[in-house]
C-alpha cells in the first residue's frame, strides 16, 4: 500500500518555487497588473532578451506552451503535410503532439540506453531507410535534462540535408561543450511548465534560434501570421505568451544558475550514495555535457517491486514516462510507420524517477537512498 509523502521531506516543486520568490514575484505581478498592456507588453519583451542572453541565442521568441514552441518551429520552415519528422519514442508526448499540429507524420527513432537520448546510429540508420525518404526535420530531445550527442546527430543529419531542432523542454541550463542546450542547432522550443527548471505559474514556451529570418517568421505565425497588425501575410495562429507569466519567468530567470546547481549537488549525493547498490543503476553523464536533472531517473531490472517499496515507504516515485509513445493507442499508425525500438523497448520497464528538486534537502536524499537500502537488505 502507498503510504502518503512527508511534505517537509518531499514538498512539491512548483509550489515551493513559488514561496522561494514570493516577494519578487508579488512584485512583480502587482508592476504587471498595474501597467495595463497584458498581451505582448514589455514584459515578455524583455523576458525574450534576458531568455536569449542566457541560452546564448540571437532571439527568444515567446509561445503559449513548449508544444506550440515545437509547432511553431515546424510552421516556419515548412515542415508540415507529407513531411517526416524524427522524433525519438522515448519522450513526453507532447513532442510527437506537435509534429502531428504541424501536420507532419512523426517517424519513431531509438534512444541510446545509458543516457536515454537520441541514437544517432538509430536515426542514421531510419534516414538511410525507405522510412527515411520524407524526413524533412529531426527533434533531438534532451530527455531529463541530458544533452543529446549533437555532435553526431548534426553530422547524420548534415551529410543528409535534414534540419536538426531541439527540445528543450526538460533542458533548461544543460550544457554541451561548453555551449547551453537551446543554442545547439536551427532553432529549440523550451516549456514552461510548472515542474520544469524555469516555470511559469501556469502555461509557457519559447523558441531560441540565432536565424534572423526563421525568428521574425515565428513571431508572424504565433500571432495569425501577421506582420503588420490586422494584415496576415500568411496562415498563423494564436500562441502568445502572456505578460504575467513573462513577469514570473523573469523573477525566477535570475537565479536559475543557482538552482540547477543545487539539482546537481542532490544528484551527486545521490551517486554518491547508491554507488556499489547493484540493482540499481544511476544516470550516466557523457563527457563533455552539463546534466541539467529536471529528472533524476534510474534504472533497475527490479524497477516494479523497488516501485512498491518505495512508495510503501512514503517516497515520491514517479515513472517518465510508463510507456514509450510507440506503445501508447493513439499513435499506433506512426508506429506501424516506425522501424523496431529494441532499446527503448528494454528501457520502459526498468526506469524509475526519484524525488529531485532544488527545495529538497540532504536529508531526504538520504532518507530515499535508505529505502533502496532496505529493499535490497
Ligand atoms: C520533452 C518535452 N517536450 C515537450 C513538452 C511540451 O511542453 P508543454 O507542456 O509546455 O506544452 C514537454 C512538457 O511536458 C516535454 O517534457
Same mark, same amino acid.
Given at each position: ?179 547551453? +542546450? /537551446?543554442?545547439? @542547432?536551427?532553432?529549440? !522550443?523550451?516549456?514552461?511548465?510548472? =515542474? ?5 505559474? &501556469?502555461? #509557457? ?61 542532490? +544528484? /551527486?549525493?545521490? @551517486?554518491?550514495?547508491? !554507488?556499489?547498490?547493484?540493482?540499481? =543503476? ?5 563527457? &563533455?555535457? #552539463? ?87
Amino acid at each position: 500500500m502507498p503510504s502518503p509523502s512527508n511534505p517537509d521531506l518531499f514538498p512539491a516543486f512548483p509550489l515551493a518555487d513559488y514561496l522561494h520568490h514570493q516577494k519578487e514575484i508579488d512584485a512583480a505581478l502587482e508592476r504587471t497588473l498595474a501597467r495595463g498592456h497584458y498581451i505582448l507588453g514589455g514584459e515578455v519583451a524583455e523576458f525574450e532578451r534576458e531568455f536569449a542572453a542566457f541560452v546564448g541565442t540571437r532571439h527568444a521568441v515567446g509561445a503559449a506552451n513548449g508544444t506550440d514552441a515545437i509547432e511553431l518551429i515546424l510552421r516556419a520552415l515548412d515542415v508540415g503535410a507529407g513531411c517526416g519528422v524524427v522524433v525519438p519514442s522515448h519522450t513526453a508526448v507532447a513532442s510527437a503532439s506537435a509534429v502531428s499540429r504541424a501536420g507532419a507524420q512523426p517517424v519513431f527513432a531509438d534512444v541510446e540506453a545509458d543516457t536515454c537520448t537520441l541514437c544517432p546510429r538509430s536515426l542514421a540508420a531510419l534516414l538511410d531507410s525507405p522510412r527515411g525518404k520524407r524526413v524533412r526535420a529531426v527533434l533531438a530531445v534532451h530527455l531529463y535534462g541530458h544533452p543529446c550527442d549533437m555532435d553526431s546527430l548534426a553530422r547524420v543529419c548534415g551529410e543528409r540535408g535534414v534540419v536538426l531542432i531541439e527540445d528543450c523542454a526538460q533542458a533548461h541550463g544543460a550544457t554541451h561543450k561548453g555551449r547551453n +542546450a /537551446g543554442a545547439l @542547432a536551427r532553432a529549440a !522550443a523550451f516549456s514552461f511548465y510548472p =515542474t520544469k527548471n524555469l516555470g511559469a505559474i &501556469g502555461d #509557457g514556451g519559447a523558441v531560441t534560434t540565432d536565424d534572423d529570418a526563421l525568428a521574425a517568421r515565428i513571431r508572424s505565425i504565433r500571432e495569425y501570421g501577421w506582420v503588420r497588425r490586422y494584415i496576415s501575410d500568411s496562415v498563423g495562429v494564436n500562441s502568445r505568451l502572456d505578460e504575467l507569466q513573462a513577469a514570473i519567468l523573469r523573477v525566477k530567470l535570475r537565479d536559475l544558475p543557482a538552482r540547477i546547481g543545487r539539482r546537481r549537488e542532490l +544528484a /551527486g549525493l545521490y @551517486a554518491e550514495l547508491l !554507488a556499489g547498490c547493484g540493482f540499481v =543503476t544511476v544516470p550516466e553523464v557523457r563527457d &563533455g555535457c #552539463g546534466h541539467a536533472y529536471h529528472l533524476y531517473v534510474i534504472q533497475s531490472p527490479r524497477r516494479d517491486a523497488l516501485m512498491e517499496h518505495l512508495k510503501s515507504r512514503g517516497v515520491p516515485v514517479a515513472l517518465h514516462y510508463p510507456a514509450a509513445i510507440h506503445q501508447q493507442p493513439g499513435y499506433a499508425g506512426a508506429a506501424a510507420d516506425s522501424p523496431a525500438l529494441p532499446v527503448t523497448d528494454a528501457l520502459m520497464p526498468r526506469i524509475l524517477t526519484l524525488p529531485l528538486h532544488p527545495y529538497m534537502t540532504d536529508e531526504a536524499v538520504h532518507h530515499v537512498c535508505e529505502q533502496i537500502r532496505d529493499f535490497a537488505g
